[in-house]
């Protein structure tokens, strides 16, 4: 009888050990909308073919695409992947996987100035592993919004390459 009570409690403690490194996901609050607008000293159609020129550079992503262009309204609009999903096989064969996180960009142009905007991804998602929160977070969303802004800002006030050539 002790024998059984002594290896009941050793796997009771056993799983209660490993349960406790078994990370949670958690829906949590998407931030809200980044916008930042940039003076610039170049007329519409060139901020135009900046911005679109922009896009194209930061898209580097075959899943990041630009799906909308009107060079009248002076719009640019495009998906781009802020976070890769991806699938792993772990032992015995157990798959999991992460979803991929999209923005929404869209950069609107106008005269001596332009606007970039990123729409945060919907339903964002954290995990838990022994209190450390890691994941596609809202800070990890500002991190990367903060460098989209600014490489768009050194473009878009940047001397024009189209001008000398």
Same mark, same amino acid.
């Given at each position: 009888?002790?024998?059984?009570?002594?290896?009941?409690?050793?796997?009771?403690?056993?799983?209660?050990?490993?349960?406790?490194?078994?990370?949670? &996901?958690?829906?949590?609050?998407?931030?809200?909308? &980044?916008?930042?607008?940039?003076?610039?000293?170049?007329?519409?159609?060139?901020? #135009?073919?900046?911005?679109?020129?922009?896009?194209?550079?930061?898209?580097?992503?075959?899943?990041?695409?630009?799906?909308?262009?009107? !060079?009248?309204?002076?719009?640019?609009? +495009?998906? #781009?992947?802020?976070?890769?999903?991806?699938?792993?096989?772990?032992?015995? +064969?157990?798959?999991?996987?992460?979803?991929?996180? #999209?923005?929404?960009?869209?950069? &609107?142009?106008?005269?001596?100035?332009? &606007?970039? %905007?990123?729409?945060?991804?919907?339903?964002?998602?954290?995990?838990?592993?022994?209190?450390?929160?890691? +994941?596609?977070?809202?800070?990890?969303?500002?991190?990367?919004?903060?460098?989209? !802004?600014?490489?768009?800002? %050194? !473009?878009?006030?940047?001397?024009?390459?189209?001008?000398?050539?």
């Amino acid at each position: 009888m002790k024998k059984n009570l002594y290896l009941f409690s050793i796997i009771f403690s056993v799983v209660l050990l490993f349960s406790s490194c078994i990370s949670s &996901r958690k829906k949590i609050e998407s931030p809200p909308v &980044r916008v930042q607008n940039v003076t610039t000293q170049n007329d519409k159609n060139s901020n #135009y073919i900046k911005a679109n020129e922009w896009m194209v550079q930061s898209f580097g992503n075959t899943e990041s695409v630009i799906q909308f262009t009107d !060079i009248e309204a002076g719009i640019v609009k +495009g998906k #781009y992947i802020m976070k890769e999903g991806s699938t792993t096989t772990g032992l015995y +064969g157990v798959t999991t996987s992460s979803p991929s996180f #999209y923005a929404i960009i869209t950069i &609107r142009v106008k005269d001596n100035a332009s &606007r970039i %905007e990123i729409l945060p991804p919907i339903g964002m998602y954290s995990q838990t592993a022994n209190g450390i929160e890691f +994941g596609f977070t809202p800070y990890v969303f500002n991190k990367s919004a903060d460098e989209l !802004i600014a490489s768009f800002k %050194e !473009i878009m006030v940047g001397k024009s390459k189209n001008n000398n050539w």
